[in-house]
């Protein structure tokens, strides 16, 4: 029974140590609200006093009002950095843009720019195309319904989309049709110049003496003979450059047939071609190439001489088509004269 009562003594001890203790927690805090509230309402005077026999003004505060006028000055004072660096990056992310809006702007109206021109580049280059069609015996209006699908002026018509896309995007559209559209009968014509270009290396069509040069001294057809003083029929040409050794070239592709020497041509050459065409080459310093060789419009044959009955050193260039001589001045400006057609 004694360590009952010993257990209870000690209970009571320890409930009335915790109650003691609690009971001086609370003074002291209480002790320490009660101080801290007479502090916050401890009051201050403050005293504007002019520099005159004015009123002197007195102005009353507490700490509370202090402390409430310094937390709302710090919130204002933080929330106004906050907006201003906010501010700051905006209008810099804005001068940003807005630098980005000129460019893009800058970039447009040269976009634009380019455009129109190449519209106008687009216009020449179906004038040109027209011209080039019928320069080859082709029907424009025929290819041109075919590259535009109508006629012209609805090609150049800008008109607004549906979705509001700039006009010059449309026009864009437009001319990679137009050039998709112009393929076929570029290729056409591609190939009808290369068969042309082939028919012209078979047919006797460019100036004998390489690099164009020389004059002629004497045309086909009724002259004066130099030797007589007679008139007759000079049946080629004849071609000066006032000196020998000039280089002379095949006038198309052939095969070498004759190589001579007379009293009249001295040295002479001639070639075979296609369509039954021959062209001779007298009065020759040396000949070049040997009998039965093939030979290419342009390759050298021989040499401007003063040999067999001759005033100087020229050339003799003859044409012939089967058994008929022909005047090869003609010939020398067909390629000159399709040159000017394409033009």
């Known amino acids: 029974m004694a360590s009952v009562h010993e257990y209870k003594r000690l209970e009571d001890s320890l409930f009335q140590g915790v109650k003691n203790a609690a009971v001086s927690a609370g003074k002291g805090v209480g002790g320490g609200l009660s101080a801290f509230g007479r502090f916050l309402t401890r009051r201050y005077t403050v005293v504007f006093v002019p520099h005159s026999e004015k009123r002197v003004y007195n102005f009353h505060i507490n700490v509370l009002s202090i402390l409430c006028f310094l937390l709302v000055a710090g919130a204002f004072l933080g929330a106004s950095l906050w907006y201003g660096a906010s501010y700051n990056s905006a209008k810099t992310m804005l001068d940003d843009k807005d630098s980005s809006l000129r460019a893009a702007q800058m970039s447009l109206n040269q976009l634009r720019d380019e455009t129109a021109l190449l519209l106008r580049e687009v216009k020449g280059f179906e004038s040109a195309l027209s011209e080039t069609l019928s320069a080859l015996g082709q029907d424009p209006s025929n290819q041109r319904q075919q590259v535009y699908g109508g006629d012209l002026g609805d090609f150049f018509k800008i008109n607004e989309t549906p979705e509001g896309l700039l006009h010059e995007v449309n026009d864009v559209k437009r001319i990679r049709s137009f050039v998709n559209e112009a393929v076929e009968p570029l290729k056409d014509i591609g190939s009808m110049l290369n068969s042309q270009s082939a028919l012209l290396t078979e047919i006797p069509s460019i100036w004998p003496i390489k690099n164009g040069l020389g004059h002629i001294s004497m045309f086909f057809g009724q002259n004066i003979n130099p030797f007589s003083g007679q008139y ?79 005033t100087g050193p020229h050339l003799h260039y003859e044409i012939h088509i089967g058994s008929d001589v022909v005047d090869p001045y003609k010939y020398m400006n067909i390629r000159s004269n399709i040159a000017k057609q394409g033009r």
């Open 232 to 310: 007759y029929i000079h049946k080629g040409i004849d071609i000066s450059t006032y000196r020998s050794g000039d280089p002379i070239v095949t006038t198309a592709d052939g095969q070498v047939v004759t190589i001579e020497y007379t009293e009249d041509f001295g040295n002479y050459v001639i070639i075979r071609h296609k369509h039954g065409y021959y062209t001779r080459y007298a009065h020759m310093l040396s000949v070049r190439v040997r009998l039965g060789q093939r030979v290419q419009q342009g390759e050298v044959i021989g040499y401007i001489g003063n040999t067999g009955l001759s």
